[in-house]
C-alpha cells in the first residue's frame, strides 16, 4: 500500500527519513506479534521515522522501525499497557501509539496518552480511526 496524498501533504513537512525495507517493517511486526494497519507500515515504507513541526503549531516525532522495537522494549511498554505500541510523540509527554488489541489490522486505532499519567488504557486522551487520521490530529489538534 502507498501512502495516501493527504497524509504525505502533512508528513512532508516533516525532515524524513529513507523508507524502511519490508524486512524492517517485518520485524516490528514480529516484536509486537501483530499485523500492523497498511496506512502505518505504508508510512514506515516512505519514511522510516519522521520528526518536525507539523501544521500551524504542532510538532510530532514518528519513530524509525528500530526505535519503535527499542523503545517498546526498553521500556517495557507492553507491561505498562498491553496491546500499546509506541511509534512516536509530540516531544514532550504526549505519546502516540496502536492499539493492537484487536487482531484485525485495519480495526486497530492510534491513540494518544502522556507519560505524566503512567501510560495506562485510563489516560487515553484520545483515539482515531487511522494513522491518517492521527497524522491530522497532530498537525491541527482537532478530527478531521
Not at 102 to 129: A, Y
Request: negative net charge.
Amino acid at each position: 500500500m502507498e501512502l495516501e496524498e493527504r497524509t504525505k501533504k502533512w508528513i512532508d513537512q516533516m525532515t524524513l527519513c529513507p523508507g524502511a525495507t519490508a524486512a524492517t517493517i517485518d520485524a516490528v511486526e514480529a516484536f509486537a506479534g501483530v499485523t500492523l494497519p497498511s496506512q502505518y507500515k505504508a508510512f514506515l515504507a516512505y519514511s522510516n521515522g519522521a520528526e518536525g513541526s507539523i501544521g500551524e503549531q504542532g510538532y510530532l516525532v514518528l519513530y524509525n522501525s528500530e526505535e519503535v522495537i527499542n523503545l517498546n522494549k526498553n521500556f517495557s511498554v507492553s507491561e505498562a499497557m498491553p496491546g500499546f505500541l509506541k511509534i512516536g510523540g509530540d516531544g514532550g509527554n504526549v505519546v502516540y501509539g496502536v492499539d493492537t488489541r484487536s487482531n484485525s489490522p485495519e480495526e486497530m486505532h492510534f491513540v494518544e496518552t502522556d507519560l505524566i499519567g503512567g501510560m495506562t488504557w485510563g489516560t487515553v486522551f484520545h483515539e482515531v480511526f487511522s494513522f491518517h487520521e492521527l497524522i491530522y490530529y497532530a498537525a491541527n489538534q482537532t478530527i478531521e
